[in-house]
């Protein structure tokens, strides 16, 4: 059997291409594959996250998207985390077991936000029982407070938690907290764990508590750049490397400032790429002409480091 890749630097958040009228729209995802392995040096993804709408798909249109992403995928990209969390343990286990019969490169859970749990154990235990139904697949916990309320720390998490899911790999880690991060990585000793950062503008702080590599919507666009910020760092070329992350955080300033979210990241990717990523699923609202035009002033104003 072939030893695992270990998993590290950028993967990308994939969004999910929809039609003008709100259907997931499946073809154009080759051409996604492609961009994101040609132009921007991106051979990992994270399918059905945040990004990517998926607790606003149906349990079909997520397994349609994960078999489409393994699909067109295959021989292409190192790894296909595929995203399993949902409200309900019966679908978090349903998308699991798909997700190991399609051959997936790991499974991510985000801790249920509706009913939620309260400490440490009453989260282990669900996310073990997701677990379970592939228990052939590496298992990355979803951390992101933000949006699930869940604040249990990661670093509390950790605590014998291999026993109780063998199959554990690390986290997505969503949050500023770079205190929390710093602790796991720190108990982290024989590097079994990965630690994967979710808040693009903070990479750089987070590479320098030890994060192993990013998860996150900007490097489906913003991919070649961020991976020249992480030569720079390998390289210990703090000032360039210093660079991209203040380059990078001057778009991402500009437009949270306009309203920044889903809907805004498919409208910076349609126009960069020019592969159509359609509108976002209500609630959410397509981004509007003023925001693609400021956003896309914004972008081309930028002069990186490498000369682009």
Known sequence: MTPRRKLEGLVAATITPMTPNGQINLPVIRQYVDYLVNEQNVKNIFVNGTTGEGLSLSIQERKQLAEEWMCQGKDKLDHVIIHVGALNLPECQELARHAAAIGAGGIAVIAPFFFKPTNKDELVAFLQKVASEAPEVPFYYYHIPLLT??????????????AQIPTFQGVKFSDTDLLDLAQCI????????????GVDEQLLGALA???NGAVGSTYNYLGRQTNLMLQAFAKLDLALAQKYQFLTGEFLNFVIKLGFGVA???????????IPMGPPRLPLVDASSDFIVKAKAKLDSIVWPDGD
């Open 149 to 162: 309320g869940v604040k249990i720390r990661v670093e509390e998490l950790l605590d014998g938690i291999k």
């Open 186 to 197: 720190n108990k982290n000793e024989t590097g079994e764990f990965e630690f994967l950062y």
């Open 209 to 211: 508590v030890g994060a």
């Open 264 to 274: 805004q990241t498919k409208a910076v990717m349609t126009f960069v790429s020019g």
